[in-house]
């Protein structure tokens, strides 16, 4: 074999890792440019996990499955989730839910506290952008209201500002391996003086196919309001989630942040946020000087005495910024104030009075490169936030047709500089069901966005808000060109 193609295969290998579990093939260079360009190529199998969704025996639980129509995409294959083992090392291979077509969501209802972690795989014509959300309903106890996530793949490292060990929290964090190996995983927990003491969370292993919830107090005899949770793994893979509950106000999934970067974007802010506390961390040893901007719909403005923000190296910094979005949508832009220095967030928000409080998070997450995608959109209590923060863009929203019917739809906006905007949702013609949207950037500078599911149930302020991360549905893999003068000495 060639050393050129080598070099490529080796190359496309490292994109498949650097996706989680998404594969791709060595691209058919035909009528391609000459080497050292690049040919964006569908991912052709995608890997899952989902954590197990409650503990309690009132919890409803709905899984939505989409994938969207990718371009270039294999005509044939096929997805399905199955339910990870409990230690044994085996899974259940009784698909839990199964996708027929791209395009069009699948739905499945689960009800009680024995519901397992799902572990799924797409391959082919699923696979680009596969996309699942998973969507709870407690209606009374602790961490009762809404509670989402969407599935993720599986990866080594992951950080979660904004977990806590206070009374009355009760927090787990879900550890999923997908693999034919035991994965070997290490928690740390940082508050705001620094690193957590405890040795409980080193050398977990998760054996195959199977999933582990870890009590986050029992890492630690030390309660704190504010930890950021770091989990590392040693050897093999996790999918990983932080289930946060509270005694009073409700409780939901906390996804990962984005990594660690200098400058981060928390979208979606919901407009009737009661209390919007920020967790900050910096990994390493360098402090941080962080300037705290909220993107609203008229523009960036810096919250009153929150202009900047110092977050020691290694230890967790929260700030309470109140009502910061005053009735009017809004998203949390941190940049270095001078020095840039890398650092994780996300935002803890309550929405609701009184008794009826509920709480969601939102982590900072990553630009849309290509396209992102968030499912079980429902005909009422959807929001789309879409944030510009550096340059003004035109983003496309595709609204699926709905699980049980009705007819595509999309619609283009444009998103000033510095602002957020909840837009309105092009909703399917004749929906039924619930609908996936998908969110494209068209032109203009870097777009994040994020989607609230709403909803009001026995007095409760019930929500739940997903970032839109890119859907990673297509790579760029490198093209390669003959070179005979290797064969030579």
Not at 5 to 18: E, N, Q
Not at 39 to 66: I, K, N, Q, W
Not at 221 to 248: E, F, I, N, P, W
């Amino acid at each position: 074999m060639k050393r050129t193609t080598l070099s490529l295969f080796a190359g496309t290998a490292a994109l498949a890792a650097v996706t989680g579990f998404a594969v791709v093939s060595a691209p058919d260079t035909t009528g391609t440019d000459p080497a050292g360009s690049a040919a964006l190529l569908p991912v052709e199998r995608t890997g899952l996990t989902c954590p197990a969704p409650s503990d309690s025996d009132l919890a409803e639980t709905t899984y939505t499955s989409f994938t969207p129509v990718t371009k270039g995409a294999e005509s044939d294959g096929e997805a399905e989730l199955t339910a990870a083992g409990t230690g044994t090392g085996k899974q259940d291979d009784k698909a839990v839910l199964k996708p027929e077509k791209p395009g069009t969501p699948v739905t499945g209802d689960v009800s009680g506290g024995d519901a397992p972690a799902l572990i799924g795989t797409a391959e082919g014509r699923f696979a680009p952008g596969w996309t699942v959300q998973q969507t709870t309903e407690v209606a009374v106890g602790t961490g009762r209201g809404l509670l989402g996530v969407n599935c993720t793949q599986a990866d080594t490292e992951f950080w979660f500002p904004g977990a806590s060990t206070d009374p009355g929290r009760t927090d787990y964090v879900h550890l999923t391996n997908p693999d034919d190996s035991a994965a070997v995983v290490d928690i740390e927990l940082y508050g705001a003086d620094g690193a957590v003491k405890s040795t409980v969370g080193e050398g977990i292993t998760v054996k195959p196919h199977a999933s582990e919830a870890v009590l986050l107090s029992t890492l630690s005899d030390d309660a704190q309001s504010d930890l950021t949770v770091h989990v590392g793994v040693r050897s093999g893979r996790v999918g990983a989630a932080v289930q946060a509950l509270h005694d009073k106000l409700g409780g939901d999934w906390l996804a990962a942040s984005a990594d660690p970067a200098g400058s981060l974007v928390l979208p979606g802010i919901p407009a009737d946020a009661e209390d919007v506390r920020l967790v900050v961390f910096a990994p390493g040893d360098s402090d941080a000087d962080v300037k705290v901007q909220l993107a609203s719909p008229s523009g960036l403005i810096t919250p009153a005495g929150h202009e900047t923000v110092r977050v020691k190296g290694g230890m967790t910094t929260a700030v309470d910024l109140a009502d910061v979005t005053r009735g009017e949508a809004g998203s949390l832009v941190l940049t270095p104030t001078d020095r840039s220095v890398p650092i994780v967030a996300a935002a803890r928000v309550v929405r609701g009075k009184n008794s009826g409080q509920e709480t969601a998070f939102i982590p900072a997450t990553s630009p849309i490169d290509t396209r992102a995608t968030a499912v079980d959109n429902r005909a009422k209590g959807t929001t789309l936030s879409v944030t510009a923060p550096k340059a003004a863009a035109e983003v496309k929203v595709t609204a699926s047709a709905g699980s049980e019917g009705g007819t595509e739809a999309t619609k283009t906006y444009t998103i000033k500089a510095g602002t957020t905007q909840d837009v309105e949702i092009p909703v399917p013609e004749g929906l039924k069901g619930s609908y996936a949207l998908t969110v494209e950037p068209v032109s203009g500078g870097p777009v994040y966005a994020a989607r609230a599911l709403t909803a009001t149930a026995d007095g409760v302020s019930a929500f739940t808000v997903q970032t839109l991360p890119d859907d990673r549905g297509t790579v760029s893999v490198p093209t390669a060109e003959e070179d005979l003068s290797v064969l030579q000495e």
